[in-house]
T-cell receptor
């Protein structure tokens, strides 16, 4: 049973446009949600997080939206840049934190 | 501090052999995590430590896997009697306790294991 799902394996957008990456979860006990970015041959790098008591968190070009009733979150990147091309992972943690549960990732390609 | 270091970067071993990986976390991080990632999938939790105490271990982890963090600093992950299904990228990460919810983990670059 996969508790965190990223249903789109890949996404391609034009430079300067918006990228929207989606993530769904099934476990109501998750309280924190994070996005990581991964380049080839490197480990994932933390991007942005959101607590379940919020519905939006913004950091520069990156905004995460949380719809708790739908158990859905999304990452918006505006404007998209070629350097944003990477695999993006959604992750979730419970209140006691520690262990994270990851989705399978979405490969974003930003075309110049 | 150079971040989270993992050694070796690559390991090729024959089926049935034992392998050991090392992880050096960021020095002020008291939590250390091991994850495994196969192609096309996200990182899968294996185990984590707070200081030298192993706080949680995945039920998916067979008895062939063992991890230690003897002095609360570096950690080792050992796989005994390796199988072809153990071929994967093994990722180590660290964080200060209770900050992983807002600031995430810092990952190393991983150790890629190939069992032939």
């Amino acid at each position: 049973d996969q508790q965190v799902k990223q249903n789109s394996p890949s996404l391609s957008v034009q430079e300067g446009r918006i990228s929207i990456l989606n993530c769904d979860y099934t476990n109501s006990m998750f309280d924190y949600f994070l996005w990581y970015k991964k380049y080839p041959a490197e480990g994932p790098t933390f991007l942005i997080s959101i607590s379940s008591i919020k519905d939006k968190n913004e950091d520069g070009r990156f905004t995460v939206f949380l719809n708790k009733s739908a158990k859905h979150l999304s990452l918006h990147i505006v404007p998209s840049q070629p350097g944003d091309s990477a695999v993006y992972f959604c992750a979730a943690l419970g209140t006691n934190a520690g262990k994270s549960t990851f989705g399978d990732g979405t490969t974003l390609t930003v075309k110049p | 501090d150079t971040g989270v270091s993992q050694d070796p970067r690559h390991k090729i071993t024959k089926r049935g052999q034992n392998v050991t990986f090392r992880c050096d976390p960021i020095s002020e991080h008291n939590r250390l995590y091991w994850y495994r990632q196969t192609l096309g999938q996200g990182p899968e939790f294996l185990t984590y430590f707070q200081n030298e105490a192993q706080l949680e271990k995945s039920r998916l982890l067979s008895d062939r896997f063992s991890a230690e963090r003897p002095k609360g600093s570096f950690s080792t992950l050992e796989i005994q009697r390796t199988e072809q299904g153990d071929s994967a990228m093994y990722l180590c990460a660290s964080s200060p306790a209770h900050r992983e919810t807002n600031y995430g983990y810092t990952f190393g670059s991983g150790t890629r294991l190939t069992v032939v």
